[in-house]
């Protein structure tokens, strides 16, 4: 058993994790300023107040709904990125706290709480995938309840998965099959000594049934409206596929030095279960295997990128090491090593170090673009145009969208814009798609002034380490003009001609 010395360590660590959101004044996650948009014409368009009412729609049938629902009444008291800091500050503790019911279910160590403190800031904290990230302890509550009853169905306990599954789906589909395929498979493994068979199975059948019904009316609404990104669907096998999943646990960078020293961190936090003197839990506990052995097959199988939503296989490493310390015996039976815990404790506080310290670094750097945007007036129309999207002190292309939040603080409007895709609250009308489509943010060099329509803007946030293309705004009548220069940012206003 651990101290009492050792669990206060352990919430006081579990603090300093939700400190990380709070290190910079724009956290650095490629995708939080697109949905910090999102939620700030969401709230203008309710409140009749938003410029660019005749553009979008509002799309119920999203299902980031929970996410969205959240944020937009803080968003009336509190600016939208202190919005978006709160609820990940919840949706950590919400998943710490999940993992550590289901860690007690499973009879598994209480020592290997530790390895769920981490885990939340790799792959799908990097890339912002902030729907995913409230969703998980959901999913996980899920995944608690859906075990219970599969050991006890009761009428009572049905109705209680059956809503939570649709709180889910309502939250993140990626989750919700994930957390429905562990449970699903529980069941099964309990089916034979399950009396009421007809009972166990309707939760599953009802929320199997809702899936393909949203899956169905989501693609009517969208017709039209598709992409050249709708069709790809992309695999990414090779030798490497498993271990960057694992290395994703921690990261989402995997390229030089940096490969090796989170590769070793992995492994080294792999190994202290182990190093405890624990052991994986007999076949009697086939239950506690289920939510890793269902990780093991997304990513094995999973595709990289389908229907218009990429990095699918790759942000479930999230649930990675809590999954795995699951599958170990209890702490009574475990062989004591003085220095293992240590060196769990100092790993952990290693991980959640470098990403403070990177945090904090990047809020630094990140101050040139504060300059510029609160330069600009509120309530234009802007195309950003990142050459490069890297950011030396996140060590990911965080800046990829970062000039959304001019959208997001100054009720602007900024594309490349999200509002492109199936999943979010507010989406462009057919009718007014812009010229901008998914996949040139990643190639700003293709930009086009006709073709994109570079009329429709008033300004150009430009990012590069290099001159511009000299080229740039040909086809203008009357080119945008350079307006302001702040660190490697710049922008260009267009006025059109006398």
Request: charged share 15%.
């Amino acid at each position: 058993m651990q101290s009492s010395a050792m669990r206060w360590l352990w919430r006081l660590t579990v603090l300093w994790g939700t400190a990380i959101f709070w290190l910079a004044p724009h956290p650095p996650m490629i995708d939080l300023p697109q949905h910090a948009g999102q939620i700030a014409l969401m709230r203008d368009m309710l409140l009749d107040q938003s410029p660019w009412s005749d553009l979008f729609r509002i799309n119920l049938f999203t299902p980031y709904l929970l996410g969205y629902g959240l944020a937009l009444p803080l968003s009336l008291v509190m600016p939208v990125v202190a919005a978006l800091k709160v609820l990940l500050t919840l949706a950590y503790f919400a998943f710490v706290l999940a993992c550590v019911q289901l860690r007690r279910h499973f009879d598994a160590d209480p020592r290997l709480d530790w390895l769920v403190l981490p885990g939340f800031f790799g792959f799908a904290y990097h890339w912002g995938f902030f729907t995913f990230l409230l969703a998980a302890p959901i999913g996980l509550w899920f995944v608690f309840l859906a075990e219970h009853f599969s050991q006890k169905p009761t009428p009572r306990l049905a109705v209680g998965l059956t809503v939570l599954g649709l709180l889910l789906l309502a939250s993140h589909g990626l989750v919700f099959l994930f957390a429905v395929a562990v449970g699903g498979l529980t069941l099964l493994l309990r089916l034979r000594e399950i009396s009421s068979r007809a009972l166990a199975l309707t939760p599953y059948v009802v929320l199997a049934l809702a899936c393909m019904a949203y899956f169905l009316i989501n693609r009517q609404i969208n017709v039209g409206m598709q992409t050249d990104l709708s069709a790809v669907t992309s695999w990414n096998g090779g030798l490497m596929r498993i271990p960057k999943s694992i290395i994703y646990t921690l990261t989402a960078e995997f390229s030089g030095k940096a490969v090796a020293l989170w590769g070793a961190a992995m492994l080294g936090l792999l190994a202290t279960p182990w190093l405890l003197g624990q052991r994986p839990q007999s076949r009697r506990r086939q239950a506690a295997w289920m939510p890793l052995a269902v990780l093991v097959g997304i990513f094995t199988l999973a595709p990289s990128n389908a229907a218009g939503t990429v990095f699918l296989y790759q942000r479930f490493a999230l649930f990675l090491l809590p999954a795995y310390s699951w599958i170990f015996g209890g702490a009574e039976s475990a062989r004591r090593h003085i220095w293992a815990m240590p060196f769990l404790v100092a790993l952990c506080w290693a991980v959640l170090g470098v990403h403070s310290l990177d945090t904090w670094r990047f809020g630094q750097e990140s101050a040139d673009f504060q300059h510029a945007i609160d330069t600009l007036p509120p309530g234009q129309r802007a195309l950003m145009l990142v050459f490069d999207p890297d950011s030396p002190a996140a060590g990911t292309r965080v800046y990829t969208h970062y000039a959304a939040w001019y959208q997001a603080e100054k009720q602007g409007l900024v594309d490349f814009n999200f509002a492109w895709f199936p999943p979010q609250i507010v989406r462009y009308r057919p009718d007014r798609l812009p010229g901008i489509q998914p996949g040139f943010e990643w190639h700003p060099e293709r930009f086009d002034w006709v073709k994109n329509k570079g009329s429709d803007y008033r300004y150009f946030i430009a990012r590069s380490k290099h001159p511009l293309p000299e080229r740039l705004f040909d086809g203008a009548d009357c080119p945008p003009q350079l307006m302001l220069t702040s660190g490697e940012w710049q922008v260009f206003e267009y006025r059109g001609c006398p």
